[in-house]
């Protein structure tokens, strides 16, 4: 999937991305010589209903469009989300974002080279067996109220 500057995917429902190993699936900038910030962001919110996200590649996200600065941001979005396999990377600010009543679960997945940290998270994700790197400011930040 390719996007313009400043625009997001908003999932209210539910999202399945089935990639597999030989076929991920990307969401990228549409440009011929991509940069960080080119599109604002996926922004998963307040519905508690499943999505899953297998073998994504999420890049050259975190425009900052209405305040986000990431490329992918949970608010009330509930504990039924996973990411598998999949990377984030060169985000303008953030990689990922997750705030109040958002628990998301990420397995095997690589988070690198974005401005800021890697992980800003206020509510309590679930990371396991994942790689955080290169983070311009910090590798990341894990907060919990």
């Known amino acids: ?16 991305a089935k990639g597999t190993a030989s076929k991920r699936i990307k969401f990228t900038s549409n440009k ?6 080119d599109w604002t962001t996926i922004y998963l919110e307040g ?5 899953t996200f297998n073998y994504c590649d999420f ?4 425009h900052p469009l209405a305040g986000t600065t ?3 941001y949970f608010d009330r979005a509930g504990s039924n989300i996973t990411f598998n396999h999949c990377t984030i990377s060169n985000s303008v600010g953030y990689g990922v974002s ?6 998301p679960t990420f397995n095997y997945c690589q988070i690198s080279n974005n401005n800021s940290y890697g992980i ?5 994700m ?20």
């Open 98 to 103: 997750v705030y109040y009543q958002s628990y």
């Open 32 to 37: 011929a010589t991509p940069s960080p910030g």
């Open 47 to 51: 519905n508690g209903n499943p999505s």
């Open 59 to 62: 890049e050259y996200g975190g």
């Open 1 to 16: 999937m390719l996007f313009r500057s400043n625009y997001r995917i908003t999932i209210l429902g539910s999202m399945l």
């Open 120 to 124: 800003y998270d206020w509510a309590g």
């Open 126 to 145: 679930k990371l396991r067996h994942c790689t955080i790197t290169r983070s311009e400011e910090h590798t990341s930040e894990l907060q919990s109220h």
């Open 70 to 72: 990431q490329i992918i």
